[in-house]
């Protein structure tokens, strides 16, 4: 079975090869649902999906929290100018070797507010 990375930040170094199939405008609802739909591919092909959405990786960690998706299947790809850093994904969603600031900027501007 093949690997779902998500690839988020700075895309400077997205190879030259890449396909983009498309752009897409959504609401944060409908974005949280495109990530609970992805699933990975059959085969040893991998589908990469770039994005900056925090409401798609969260619809990812729900999908694999769900048991939709296995946590061996995901990962997101944080690039950062020159380099990239792996985040994994447990089996409750969870992010390990977690960034700071990477799709916690919500959590942290509701606990400003309540």
Not at 93 to 105: A, I, Y
């Amino acid at each position: 079975m093949g690997v779902i990375y998500l690839h988020c930040g700075a895309f400077q170094d997205v190879p030259s090869d890449t396909v983009v199939l498309g752009s897409l405008t959504a609401t944060q609802a409908e974005m949280s649902e495109i990530g609970k739909g992805l699933r990975a591919p059959e085969g040893a092909t991998d589908l990469h999906v770039f994005s900056n959405s925090c409401h798609i990786a969260h619809g990812v960690r729900i999908a694999i929290r769900q048991g939709y998706v296995a946590p061996e299947n995901f990962a997101f790809l944080f690039h950062d100018g020159e380099r990239q850093h792996k985040v994994t994904v447990g089996r409750d969603g969870d992010m390990q070797d977690m960034l700071p600031g990477l799709f916690d900027q919500a959590e942290k501007d509701l606990l400003l507010l309540f």
